[in-house]
């Protein structure tokens, strides 16, 4: 093949990984609006003192409606596919019974009804989730992954940012207006390529074909530093309540800015990685990010303050979106193109399971520490992140060194 084919090739195939990201972002923007803000926002309104042990039991409810409507969509997303037909309806019903639960779950004022639109919430979003994840090694080879995961990182990282802004900032009724046309617009903009029928890609001769070790160490990895994630993230909004850090500023709105702060630096985190996708291979790249993520969280833990938001915030993304870029190349390379949907909701569980048992594991050992209010337990938490991420990078390390992937800078050069 020439040079000039490939360049021009190379031109082609990048447009492609980022459509594939374009939905990503809109299902962000709602997780980055729910679970880092609007939940605990609205359990203090409903359940006022009591809103940290609701939050719990919401938790634990939202991760069971999760892992049942991602596996049953699954199931049926690769029915569809080995039938040859679309699994576009799943992304359409999913998105449209989220838009819908996520305006009743702003709007009502019963408890009831908060739980239900929050179970709702649940269901549809991972209906359209599951399908969605089979994406990246779906519509791209091998060589393409990398930089579809790249991508998926970034939309993931600005997603979240842009919905901790809406959440922090906006009103209730103007978010509940805002934030499901962007789950719908994303979806609208990445639609053509995801609506399409896909012939099975012929799997390489490295991929797995049967459980192995390095899928257990991948699971397990995944799922600890996913654990520490939600644990930062339920807690983050109760740290600032706590260190009280600027009297004239609401904590929602001081909470939100820190999330933001967070997400931004994962996109640059996301991009460094990316650049640097063929000097370090993927194993490499995932531990640096949750080493220097592992680093912010000690800092939540050790001190508060508002220089402490600041520099655990930016290094904590950085670290945060340099892993999230190899995260979902190492899930691809592991999935078996016979059940794609299904096998990336169970490496999905590892992030899933995390929602439920973070706070759960966080609130069954302060009964035995008793940490005395919103800060102490706060940093009692963010301790406990700090160990499930050094344990979650050294299990990391068990897994095989995977290829660098060198691929041309055309688009550097530019």
Known sequence: M???????????????????????????????????????????????????????????????????????????????????????????????????????????????????????????????????????????????????SAWLAAMQSLGNAVGAVIAALLSLPLTAAIVPVLLIGSLAIGYRPLARNVVERVADASTPTKLTRAH??????????????????????????????????????????????????????????????ARMELRATAILGIAAFAVATALYALSSGLTILLVAGILGGLGWGAFLSADWALGARYVLPSARALGFALWNLAVVLPQFFAPSIVGLLATFARPEGALATSRFAFGIAFFELVVGMLWLVRLPRTERVVELRVLDRR
């Open 2 to 148: 020439s040079i000039r084919s490939t360049i021009i090739t190379t031109h082609v195939r990048i447009p492609e990984a980022a459509r594939l990201s374009f939905f990503w972002f809109g299902i962000q923007v709602v997780w980055g609006a729910v679970l880092g803000v609007l939940l605990q926002v609205r359990l203090v309104a409903i359940f006022g003192g009591a809103a940290a042990e609701k939050y719990a039991l919401f938790a634990a409810a939202g991760a069971i409606a999760a892992i049942l409507a991602q596996l049953g969509s699954a199931i049926l997303s690769d029915r569809a596919a080995a039938g040859e037909r679309s699994r576009a309806p799943l992304y359409l019903v999913g998105s449209v019974v989220a838009a819908a639960a996520f305006v009743v779950f702003l709007t009502e004022k019963s408890a009831g009804a908060l739980f239900a639109s929050y179970l709702a919430l649940q269901i549809g979003m991972n209906v359209a989730i599951a399908p969605y994840q089979a994406a990246v090694p779906e519509y791209l080879k091998r060589e393409r992954q990398r930089a579809g």
């Open 216 to 277: 257990v160490d991948l699971f397990g990895s995944r799922a600890l530093i996913f654990l520490a994630f939600y644990t930062m993230l339920g807690y983050l909004y109760f740290w600032v309540l706590g260190a009280r850090l600027l009297a004239s500023i609401a904590p929602r709105t001081i909470a939100g800015a820190a999330i933001v702060l967070f997400t931004l630096a994962g996109v640059a985190g996301a991009a460094l990685a990316g650049r640097l996708a």
